[in-house]
């Protein structure tokens, strides 16, 4: 497998090749494990069978409180479990992205992450959130107060927490470095403001309720009313009203202020610090930035390029997330692609701030039986085909790669390139895929594109089928060609 790099938006490979992933979410939330192993049975099957759906890339999660239930010994025997799924990953072509999961701070929070010891919270006791987990973000004393403390550094036995963090991940990064299917390492999951956030929700809610009252865009009897009517309340009428435009001024007007103090003061030193701990043992592994808990809602993210003593990080990526409020509902087929449009646009001004390359680390979730919402994740797709973003979907549940979502998500894509992009996608509803790249005719390796089944017509370029899989999947080997090269596939 081929090294990854970054190289200005895109990815590329040591021959120089753009590289395209699309993958899937595996995240182990566990406070512990008995036996030390992964909670997953990530096996040669399951790899089959996602590399034969033309997914490359794992974003493998787990917590740190699984990695270092003591204050500085670390659970080698679980890492090396870990290493195991890396090995199986290589002999399948599959990628590694590395996440250090958490979910409202830590499992005495009621959620996933930091170990006990590291949950600091102070006079205010951990509460189950009631109706959603978020709950906890929301309203959660415990919560906020544990990452306000883990922001500030607060000592635990003299060492702040970011330094125990920092070492943590340093020896995880010295552990993964060299193996061949390593990715990236992201850093941490949707880090979360602490009480400023509590105080974000607040202002969030009251700002909703002015806007629905006094918004000329919104018509209050109207929304009211389908609230009321079971029938329509069951649709998810009274949220049709709730556009792209009017979520981006809501959460803008509540949170902005918020979210950049939170950015620039508490998460920009926090990762440039813990990239600088896994810069010492390793130059390898593209370093993933995400945006804040709050960024997933059109809010702005103002966090600065990584830094690694002083100087911008070369070898980063932003991954963003994105969610409607459907999601994982028997609702979600009344998901809203304009609010998702306006989330993931911002998200593309947050690229073209930071000038990196862009991998979707969470998006999608379920709609329970059914294909009804699957339109809505054609929807994402399109659009991150058209701004040449990879993915990883979320979350991998048992056989979801025979489940309907693969008649979206299991598509024709570029993996790699002897070149650069200029844009590619596919049309599902005519069954088209096209790709147009400059080719680097001296580059030392082919161009890949996967092809979910046989194809019907390929035009544009001559290649060679390598079968993937038995299921009539392959991948389009094109020789390395100077010049413009526009490539038709019909199935």
């Known amino acids: 497998m081929e090294r990854i ?122 509460k189950e959130p009631k109706l959603v987990w978020a ?45 061949p299917a390593l990715f990236g390492f992201d850093m941490l999951n949707e880090p979360f403001l602490g009480s400023d956030g509590g105080k974000l929700f607040k202002k969030l809610v009251s700002t909703a309720v002015g806007t629905v009252i006094c918004d000329k865009r919104i018509k209050c009897f109207k929304l009211v009313g389908d609230f009321l009517n079971k029938q329509r309340r069951d649709e998810v009428k009274y949220l049709e009203q709730i556009t792209g435009d009017v979520l981006k001024d809501v959460t803008r007007k509540a949170g902005y202020d918020y979210v950049r103090k939170f950015d620039i003061e508490k998460y920009s030193p926090f990762i440039n610090k813990v990239s600088s701990a896994i810069r010492e043992v390793t130059d390898k592994g593209v370093l993933v930035m995400e945006n804040c808990y709050w960024s997933n809602t059109c809010i702005p993210c103002s966090t600065p390029a990584i830094e690694v003593n002083g100087e911008r990080e070369k070898n980063f990526c932003f991954t963003p997330h994105g969610y409607d409020f459907m999601v994982d509902t028997p609702q979600y087929k ?17 690229q073209d701030r930071l000038d990196a390359p862009v991998l979707v680390g969470e998006w999608g979730g379920f709609g329970g039986e059914g294909e009804d919402w699957l339109p809505h994740i054609e929807f994402l797709v399109n659009f991150f085909e058209q701004h040449k973003w990879g993915f990883t979907y979320w979350h991998y549940v048992n056989d979801m790669f025979n489940s309907p979502l693969m008649k979206v998500l299991s598509r024709p894509y570029p993996m790699a390139v002897g070149g650069r992009l200029n844009s590619y996608g596919f049309d599902r509803s005519t069954q088209e895929f096209n790709l147009s790249f400059e080719g680097d005719g001296e580059c030392a390796a082919p161009s890949e594109i996967y092809i979910h089944k046989p194809a019907k017509t390929v035009e544009g370029c001559e290649y060679e089928l390598e079968p993937v899989g038995e299921s009539g999947a392959a991948k389009l080997v094109i020789k390395p060609v100077s010049g413009t090269v526009n490539v038709r596939i019909t199935f």
């Open 5 to 126: 790099v970054t190289e200005k938006r895109s990815f590329v490979d040591e021959y120089g090749r753009e590289r395209i992933f699309y993958g899937v979410n595996i995240v182990d939330k566990r406070k512990n494990s008995e036996d030390n192993k992964y909670e997953f049975n990530i096996d040669d099957k399951l790899l089959g069978d996602m590399s034969a759906r033309g997914l490359n890339l794992i974003r493998l999660g787990t917590t740190w409180s699984m990695i270092e239930p003591e204050p500085g010994k670390y659970n080698d025997e679980y890492l090396d479990d870990m290493y195991r799924i890396f090995d199986l990953c290589a002999a399948h072509g599959v990628y590694v992205l590395f996440d250090m999961h958490q979910d409202l701070y830590s499992p005495r929070c009621y959620g996933d992450g930091a170990p006990d010891w590291a949950t600091i919270t102070d006079p205010y006791k951990p």
């Open 135 to 179: 709950a906890g973000y929301f309203w959660g004393k415990a919560t906020q107060r544990a990452f306000d403390n883990f922001w500030d550094n607060r000592e635990y036995n003299g060492k702040g927490l970011i330094d125990y963090f920092a070492a943590m991940w340093q020896h995880v990064a010295a552990r993964f470095a060299d193996h």
């Open 334 to 350: 009344y998901a809203s692609n304009d609010r998702v449009r306006a989330i993931f646009e911002e998200h593309v001004r947050t």
